[in-house]
Nanobody
Framework: VPLQASGGGLVQAGGSLRLSCAAA????????MGWFRQAPGKEREFVAA????????TYADSVKGRFAISRDNAKNTVLLQMNSLKPDDTAVYYC?????????????????WGQGTLVTVSS
């Protein structure tokens, strides 16, 4: 599933951004879409995930209540609305996909990755 992420940029602390991930290939009902991020010098970490069928979601504790993941079935797109951004949210954000029912926060279970989009939050 080729993935194309977009929407990153520079924003002040407290601001909002919306990331978009377009899936060029076919998405099946058993597809799980996720967002991960990697800050300089740190490992890639889970942010949020959504099941294509049913829309159930999972979030990292660090973003609960501030970020919201959603999907647009007609456009084969997954969105990540990020509100109340903090400087610690600065990172390259990657969208990812896996075929399967399990919603996992582990990077190695996602077989498809987008190219990443940079989010910079200034204090």
């Amino acid at each position: 599933v080729p993935l194309q992420a977009s929407g990153g940029g520079l924003v002040q602390a407290g601001g909002s951004l919306r990331l978009s991930c377009a899936a060029a290939g076919r998405t099946y009902s058993s597809t799980v879409m996720g967002w991960f991020r990697q800050a300089p010098g740190k490992e890639r970490e889970f942010v949020a995930a959504i099941k294509w069928s049913g829309g159930s979601t999972t979030y990292a504790d660090s973003v609960k209540g501030r970020f919201a993941i959603s999907r647009d079935n007609a456009k084969n797109t997954v969105l990540l609305q990020m509100n109340s951004l903090k400087p610690d949210d600065t990172a390259v954000y990657y969208c990812a996909a896996r075929y399967g029912e399990m919603v996992t926060t582990t990077t190695k279970y996602y077989g498809y990755w987008g190219q990443g989009t940079l989010v910079t939050v200034s204090s």
